[in-house]
């Protein structure tokens, strides 16, 4: 599948991969120059392969409060949450961002792989309550310009307030006659926007964003540095961190779980999932040799866990990766090691994000 911007990066000679079934940008010019972009100035991403669906009605908020683990009612009109679709047995189906437009409609924001499923079971799930669930997927296009720059770029395209616009709201506005949903959430560990539009509108918006960014430093960039950034601020990755076999307890993002609520699916399983056995750390590597998705954790010889993610960190010129672990070794200062193709590494647990912006 394509995006409405897949021109667009063919035209800049992108060199593309297949993500969930998309033919997507994973890099324009080097992924290192377009981290760097976005930890100095700042960068533009293409993110239309989302899946976006629209509840509306009067129990919206009901509904979703019984479709997801967080309490979706208590948003207020313009703010964010992030939360989680869990199956009935407290997996993970997928995590969500999901606004609050109106009091009666909430956009939800599902990732690319998932979205189908998403809107599939908000469906099931929300039968019983008094709103209309629509996939707006296919018809929405979405734009992210992040890093520190982003707010003189997009300020000077809109007369929106960005200085009101907190982190985790969004508004209604206009960009250069372009009518937007311009969120403020990110997934970089930078400053940023999110820019939702008709998908027949995309390209347009694109030239207008990439031409009010060439004073600033802005570039076009591609997934993997995305994937660099997000790693470096900590943040999960639904198919790395996040699947069907973990619970949000096991990401240590149980905080999402409200169980004040008097139902939702998976209620009762999560209950009996608060102390799992494996749980995800960060860790630090010397050298030039990166953990990666799938490579073993060792406590000695013993096996103690997996790699979910790694990389060489841009930034901070070091290996970090993402793992889960047995939950005695979670300890921030703990020394294991990862075996990178048949030579074992030493590696100690860290705290997270590895990166955090001034």
């Known amino acids: 599948m394509h995006t409405?911007?897949?021109?667009?990066?063919?035209?800049?000679?992108?060199?593309?991969?297949?993500?969930?079934?998309?033919?997507?940008?994973?890099?324009?010019?080097?992924?290192?120059?377009?981290?760097?972009?976005v930890r100095e100035a700042a960068g533009l991403f293409d993110l239309s392969h989302m899946g976006e669906i629209e509840l509306t009605g009067p129990q919206a908020a009901d509904a979703l409060d019984f479709a997801l683990v967080g309490t979706l009612s208590a948003v207020q009109p313009g703010r964010a949450r992030y939360t989680m679709m869990c199956a009935e047995d407290g997996g993970v189906l997928d995590d969500l961002v999901v606004y609050r437009l109106t009091e009666e409609k909430y956009l939800v924001v599902a990732n690319a792989g998932n979205a189908a499923l998403v809107a599939s079971e908000l469906r099931a799930r929300a039968a019983k309550f008094d709103v209309t669930v629509e996939d707006r997927s296919a018809d929405t296009a979405l734009i992210a310009v992040q890093g520190p720059n982003s707010a003189a770029i997009v300020g000077s395209v809109t007369?929106?307030?960005?200085?009101?616009?907190?982190?985790?709201?969004?508004?209604?506005?206009?960009?250069r006659g372009h009518d937007v949903l311009l969120a403020r959430t990110g997934y970089t560990g930078e400053d940023?926007?999110?820019?939702?539009?008709p998908a027949t509108e995309a390209v347009d918006l694109w030239h207008v964003l990439a031409n009010a960014g060439e004073e600033h430093g802005l570039l076009p960039a591609g997934l993997a540095c995305r994937d660099t950034l997000r790693l470096e601020a900590g943040m999960p990755l639904y198919g790395n961190e996040l699947s069907t076999d973990r619970?949000?307890?096991?990401?240590?993002?149980?905080?999402?779980?409200?169980f004040e609520k008097p139902d939702f699916v998976g209620k009762a399983a999560l209950e009996g999932r608060r102390e799992p056995a494996e749980v995800l750390v960060g860790l630090k590597g010397s050298g030039r040799r990166a953990p990666r998705h799938g490579y073993r954790v060792l406590d000695g010889e013993r096996e103690v866990g997996v790699?979910?993610?790694?990389?060489?960190?841009?930034?901070?010129?070091?290996?970090?990766?993402?793992?889960?672990?047995?939950?005695?070794?979670?300890?921030?200062?703990?020394?294991?090691?990862?075996?990178i193709r048949g030579r074992v590494e030493p590696v100690e647990v860290v705290p997270m994000p590895f990166y955090r912006r001034a």
């Open 4 to 37: 409405a911007l897949y021109g667009v990066h063919k035209g800049l000679h992108a060199l593309f991969t297949d993500f969930a079934g998309w033919e997507m940008p994973v890099r324009y010019s080097s992924e290192l120059a377009e981290h760097r972009a």
């Open 159 to 175: 007369d929106a307030d960005l200085s009101g616009l907190k982190y985790y709201a969004s508004m209604p506005t206009q960009v």
């Open 192 to 197: 940023g926007f999110e820019l939702y539009v």
């Open 247 to 258: 619970a949000p307890f096991d990401a240590g993002l149980g905080r999402v779980v409200k």
């Open 307 to 339: 790699v979910t993610s790694g990389a060489l960190s841009p930034t901070l010129g070091h290996p970090i990766a993402m793992a889960y672990v047995a939950k005695e070794l979670s300890e921030p200062g703990t020394g294991l090691s990862v075996d």
